[in-house]
C-alpha cells in the first residue's frame, strides 16, 4: 500500500506535467497573418486583398530622376557631369559596368514584378464577383478586365526593361515556380522576346482604361501606354544596334542579343504604332514646357509612375548657395557647356546658325523656352534671389566648407516646380514620365528618317 | 494561464503530501549487511577546530547518508574498507577509506581555489553534478576567486583566457552594454544559471561559485535542440550551514579608453587632402594661405583646428563598486544573500549649467537571495532569486552619434564656438560635436529583471535508496524602458563677410517614453534521480527529466521548448565509467500549424581512470591518470518566426489619382520552408586528464571533431528568375575540429604557495558543403575553406611606376596610376575581375591561449592573466580607417600620413590618396588584411590580508586590501596604427583599461 503511494506520486506528477503541456488552449500561429487564401479571397466580392496585390506590382516598375546614386543618368553622358567627385554614375562614363558591378542591373526587380503578375493572373479568376443582378456587378466585371489587363501589360514592361538591358532573356510565360522547380533556364531569344512583348500589348489594349482617364485613377495603365511600349520596343529593334548590327559574330549568341539579319522594313511597324497612338486622337503636346512635368495629370503624358509629392528634386538639384537651416538645397548635377549650346534660339534656329541672333556676350537671352526650363544659369531667379554660378558667387562660392557645387556654373532645373518667389519648398507633384506623348512623335520622326 | 498555476499549485501540494506520509523523525538505524560492521563515531572541523554541522557524508556502500549534527557529531555503522566522501560546496572534497578504529576525527579543508585541487573538484553538469573523476564530459570550470579578479560588470568579461576552449572579443567598452561575445570551440553557447537557461551575464561576481564550460556531446546532449553551442554553466553561491558570515567589499577603479586611432590635425588634414584632389585630377582646395593658416593656428574662427577627442571626452572615468554578502544556517535553513550596486561614469564631458547629468553613465543595483529550506530530513527546498535594476544614462544625441562624428569630424571642420559664442558647424557638419554633448538634453534607459528559481526535493531513500524526485519553476520577467528628453540646437557657421548663416534649430526638449523591450519566460521542471554506489562496485547515476521553457517576446507568440531528457552512467569501482545521455525536445515553430517537433539527440560517453587499477597502485607520481572519450549528437533550434507560413505582408504604399492617394499594397514575403528543421552537429570528443607528484602538475588534453550538417542558409544556386527570395534551408554542412591543452603547475609550502597555469586551444574548421554555383577556377570555391573566410584580391603591393601598370592586368574601368594596389591576374588575361578573387588572409588553424600565475606569501597574494590570440586576421577598412570617406568629407588618420607618394615609394603603407571611393584601391582585397594577433596582460592583481592579530582585535575574521588592473599592456600588430585588435569598428566605444583598488572586510 505504502509503496504504491510512493510510486504513484512521481506518476501522477509527470502525468499532470504532460497534461499541462498538451492541453494549454493558446494561438499555435500568427491567425493576424494574411495567406494567399485571404489575398484571393473567394468570398470577397470587392477583391479588396487581390486590389491590393496587383497595387504592389506597380512599385516595381522602374523609378527615374537621380535613381544612380543620387545622380540623373545623363550625369554619365557628354550632357552633364556630377557635381560629386567620386560617384556611382560615373561607373557609365568610366566604363566600369561590369557583371558584377551594375547600378541598374534591374534583373531581380523585373523578375519579382513578373512573378507577382503570374500570382494574380493564376489566382484572380478565382476571387468572387457580386451577383450578376446586383448593381456593382457590371463595374466589377469591367474593373476585373481592367486589372488584368494591367498585370499584363506590367509584365511586358518588365520583360522590356529587361531585353533593353540585356537582350533576350528567359520567358517564363504564366508559370510560378517554386523551390523544387528547375529554374537554370535557357534565354530565349531577342526576336521571340520583342515579339511576345508585341503580342501582349496588342492583346491588352483594347481592355485596357480607354483615354479620357479619371483623376481617380490617374497612373494606373490606360490604352495609350500599350500602344506607346509597342512603338518604343519596335523604335529599339529597328534601330542599328539590334537590327543585324550586333556586336556579337556567333550566330547563336547574335540571336539573343538582337536581330540576325538587318531589316529596314522594321522601321514600318514604328510609324504603324505611331500612328495608332495619333489615331486616338486623344494625346497632345502641351504648349508650356515645364508644365509637362509638374502638371500630374496633363494629355502630354500617357503613363507615369505616381509617387507622393515630395521636395526631393528640389532639394538634391537646386543650386548649392540655397542650402540653409530651412532650405535643403544640394545642386548635384551640372549641367555640360555642350548640353547648353544644343538649345536652339527661340526663333528655332541652332546658335551657330546665321540670323540665329546669338550673343556670346549675353549667351542666355533670346534661347527657346525649353532652355530657361531646363538648366539655371547665372543671373536667373529662384528662390527670391539670383542664382550666382560665377566664380565666388553664392552658389560656385569656392569655399573649402562648400564643397559641392557646380563644376560647369550651370545647375539642372528641369522637372523642378517653379520657386521663383518663394524663400523654402514645398512638396510638389514628381511622377517620373515613362511614356510621354512627345517621345512617340520623335520616335515617328525617327523612323520616317 | 489559469491551468498552469493551478498545476504549479499541485506540483508543490503533490511533493508536500508525500512527504507528510513518510514524515516520521528522521532516526538513523544501522543497517547491518555484514557480520563484520563497525559502529563508527566521530566529530567533523574545519581546519580552525570548528564543527561543522549538516555536512552530508556519503557512504561507498550507497546505503546510507550521514549528516552531523549541530556539534558536528555523527554516528554510522559500516564496513571497514568502505570509502566515504564528502562533497561540500566551500570545502575540498574529502575521500575515506574506514579504518578499523570505529573513532574518527574528520578535518575539511577549506578551498583555497588552488589550481592542484581544482580537477578533484566536482562537474557541475546542466542538471545534476558528478565527482570529476567519472564523467566523460568535455569540461573546464573557473572559480569565484579568479572570477572575482577582474573589474567588469559582465562575466563574460572575466572569462578571456581562462577556459580551454572559449574565445571571447570585446567588441565595445559601453558601460553597461561592454559583454564579450563567447564562442565555445567557434559555437556561440547557452547560458545556464542554477539549471535554467537564462540569457543574463551581468550580475554581482562575487554571488558565482563557479563557471563551467560544457563543450562535448555527452555534457550537453540534455540540452537536446539547445545544445550544439555547448553550454556555459553558472552555479551561484548557496547558502552554508553554520555561523553567519558577512563580507563587504568596496572597490574604485580608474578606466582610460585604449585602442584610440589617431586622426590628423588640421594642416595635415589639409595637405592631405589637396594631395588626394591632385591625385584624382582636381583642383586643389585649400591655398597656401588656407595651408599656412592652419599651420600658424593664426586665426582659430577661419583656420580651426579642434582636437575634438580633448574637447568631448575626460580623459578617465570612474567604476565604484560596492558589494555586501551575507552567508549562514543551520540544519534547517541556509542562506546566501548578496547586495550590490555598481556605478560606472561615462567618459563624456558635461556642463556644470546643466540640472540633469548627460554623461553616459551605468548604474546598477542587483541582489541575490539564495535560500535553501530542509522542511524535513527527506523534503528539501529553496528559492533563488535574482533582482536587477540597471539604470543608464547618455546625452539625447546618443553615445552613438557622438562617436561616430568624433570620427566623422575633420579638425578643421569648424570652429567648438563661432567668434561670437554660438556653436560653430556648417553645411557639411551640422551636429556640433561638443552641442550633442553637453547641449542636447538627455536619454536614459531603465531596465529591471528577476529571475526566480524555486525547488522542491524529495528523497525517497525508503523506496530504495539513493532515489529523489525534484520539481522545479523559475520565472523571468524583464522590462526596459527609454526616456527620451533630448533637444535639437542650432549651429552657425560665420562667412567671410561676418554675417552668420543657421543650421538646425534651437527645439525644445521633447518628453518622451517608451517600452524598449519586455519579455517573460518560465520554466518547469521535474525530475528523477538515482543515485547509488551498489556493494562498492556498481556506481549508478541515472537522472529523467521533462521540462518545458516558454519564452515570450515581446509581442511574439510564445516560443516554448519542451521535451524530455535523461541520462544513465555506471562506474565499476571508479575504475571504469560509460554514460548515455540524450534529450528529447523541441520547440513549437514547426508546420502544419505551430507544431511542436521534438528531435532525439543521444550521446555516450566512457572512461578509464588508469590510477585505479592494481598495477598502479603503487605509484607515487601518477596521482590520477582519466581517459575518456565521447559521441554523440546535439541539436540547435532556429525556426525563425514561423517561417514555414507563406506570408503576405504591406508593401511600399502605391499612389494612384491626382491627389495622389496613397494605397495599400501587399506582396508575398520571402518563400516559406515547409520543410524547415533544426541544425544537426555529430560530436566527438577524447581527451586524457592527469594529475602527477600529488596533482602538484596537472594537465589536460582534448581533441575534438565537430561536425555540423542541416544548417540553415540560402541556397547558394540561387537565382532571381523565381521571381521572390530565398528562404533558409537546411543544407550547410561545417566541420570544426580542434586541440585544447591545459597544463598547471602549484605548490604550497608552508607559508608561500605558487601556481602557473596555462591553456591554448587551436581551432580549425571547414566548409563541407554550401551548395556553391559552378565556378570556372578553383580558387574561387569557398567548399572546403575555413568557415566565414574572406575572398578577395590578392595584392601584390604597390604600382611603382608607369612602366610596372602597362606591363600588369588592370581592373576593369579603372586607369591605375603608380601608388594604387596591384593584384595578382590569377587566370591571367590581363583583367583584374571576379574571377581573380581568392581566399585571402590567414587559413592556419586559429589559436588562443591564457597564462594565469600567481603567488602567496604570508599575507601577500599576487596573480596574473597573460591571454593571447593567434592567426587571426584584421581587416582595414571603411571609414575608420581610410582616408576621406563618407564622400570626401571624411577623417584622415596618422597612418594614412604614411601614403604613396613618388618621395615615399618604397615604404609606403597606404596607397595614393584619393577623395572618397577608390574601386581599385577599396576593393577588398589582401592588402588590407594585417595581423589581428596579440597578446595581453589582461588581469594583474596584488592582495594583502591583513594579520589575525589584527583583524581579530578589530573582530573581525579577515581583512584583505587588494589592487587589480585590467587591459594593463597589449602587444599588437603596428599596422593597427594603435587601434585595439578587439574593437573591430573605430565607431564603437572603445575598450577600458582600469586600475582598481578595493578592500574586502569579513566579520
Redesign the interface.
Known sequence: M??K???S??V???L??????S??K?????VD????D??FDTVDANGT?AG??L??I??YMPGGFNRIGNDFLDASTDDAIPS???TLVE?YS????????NPDAY??NS??????V??FLANINSVALPVPTSTTYAATVLSRQYWRAEARFLRAMFYWELVKRYGGV?L?GDK??T?E?D???PRNTFDECVNYIISECDKVKDSLRKEPIA??????IPRGAAIALKCRVYLYAASPLFNGGGIESDAAKKAMTGYVTADPARWQKVIDAAEELRALNFYTILPTFASVFTT??NTEVILAK????TASLENTQSPAGY???SVSSQGLTSPSQNFVDAFPMANGLAINETGSGYSAANPHAGRDQRFAATVFYNGVRWLSRNVETFEGGKDKPN?????VQTKTGYYLRKFLADFTNSTTFSNQ?HNFIHFRYAETLLNYAEALN | MK??HS?LL??IC??V??NL??AAPFKYKPVKNSVSAIDYTGKLSDREGRPLAAIKMQLSSGELTVTTSKTGTFAFSANPGDTLTINNAGYLPLRLILPENPLLTLVLETDMNLISTESLKPVELIYTTSPSNVTSASNDAVYSRDILKSPVTSFRNALTGRLAGLYTAQGSGLPGADGSSLSLRGQAPVIIIDGVVANLTTFDLEEIESITVLKDAVGTAMLGIRGSGGAVVVTTKKGKAGKQQLSFTAQTASQKPIGVPKTLRSYDY?RLYNEALVN?G?PV??SDA?LQGYQNQSDPYKYPDVDWRNQVLENSSRFNKYTLSATGGNKFARYFVSLEHINQSGFLKTADSNSYNTNNSFKAYLIRTNVDVSVTEKLTGGIYLLGRILNANEPGATTGSILSNLLGTPS?A?PVFNANGSLGG???FQNNILGQTVASGYRQNYKRDMLVNLYLRRT?D??TKGLY?Q?KVAYYASLSEDINRSKSF?VF?QS?TGTY?????NGIQANGSGIDYQGRADY?E?K?GYDRIFGNKHGINALLL?N?DNAVNGSE??YTI?GTSGKLSYNFKGKYFAEAVFGYNGS?RYPP???TKRGFFPAIGVGWNIEQEDFMKSNAVVSHLKLYGSYGKTGADDPGY?TY?????D??????????????????LV?A?PNISWEKANKLNVGIDGGFFNNRLGFTLEYYKNKFYDLLQQRGRN??????T??N?NIGQNRYSGWEAQVSWSEAKSSFQYFVAANASVQKSEVLFIDEVYTPYDWMKRTGQTVGRRFGYIAEGLFQSQAEINSSATT???TPQPGDIKYKDLNNDKVI??FDVAPIGTDKPFIFYGVNLGASWKGFDFSALVQGVHNRDTYLGGASNWAFQG???GQAYEDNLNRWTPANATNATYPRL??????NNQATSSYWIVSGNYIRLKNVEVGYSLPNAIISKAKLQAARLFVNGFNLATSSSSRLGGRDPEVTSAFSYPNQKLINLGINIKF
Open positions: 505504502k509503496y503511494l510512493i510510486f506520486a512521481p501522477v506528477l509527470a499532470i506535467l504532460t497534461a499541462a503541456i492541453c494549454r493558446v494561438e499555435l500561429e500568427p497573418w494574411i495567406r494567399q485571404l489575398v486583398l491590393w496585390f497595387n504592389d506597380y512599385n560629386r567627385n567620386n561607373y568610366k566604363g566600369r559596368i561590369s557583371v558584377i558591378n534583373w531581380g523578375y519579382f514584378g513578373i512573378r507577382k503570374n500570382m528567359p517564363v510560378i515556380f523551390l522547380d529554374i537554370e533556364l483623376a481617380t485613377d490617374w497612373g494606373r500630374k495629370q505616381q509617387v507622393a509629392n542650402n540653409s537651416a569655399l573649402s566648407s562648400v564643397q507633384s | 491551468f498552469r498545476f499541485f506540483i503533490g511533493v503530501a508525500c506520509v513518510y589639409a584624382d582636381l582646395l585649400y588656407d578643421n569648424y556648417s553645411q557639411q525517497f525508503e523506496i524526485l520539481a542650432a557657421q567671410s548663416s543657421q543650421f538646425g534649430t518547469l521535474l528523477l521533462i518545458r507568440l510564445p519542451s513549437n500549424e505551430g507544431n514561423f507560413v507563406q506570408r503576405f505582408f508593401a511600399s504604399t502605391t499612389f494612384f489619382g491626382t491627389g495622389p492617394t496613397g494605397n495599400t499594397s501587399i506582396s508575398q518563400f520552408n537565382s532571381s528568375l523565381i521571381g521572390n530565398y528562404p534551408e576593369v574601368g579603372y575581375d571576379q564622400g570626401g568629407f584619393n577623395i572618397g571611393t577608390n574601386t
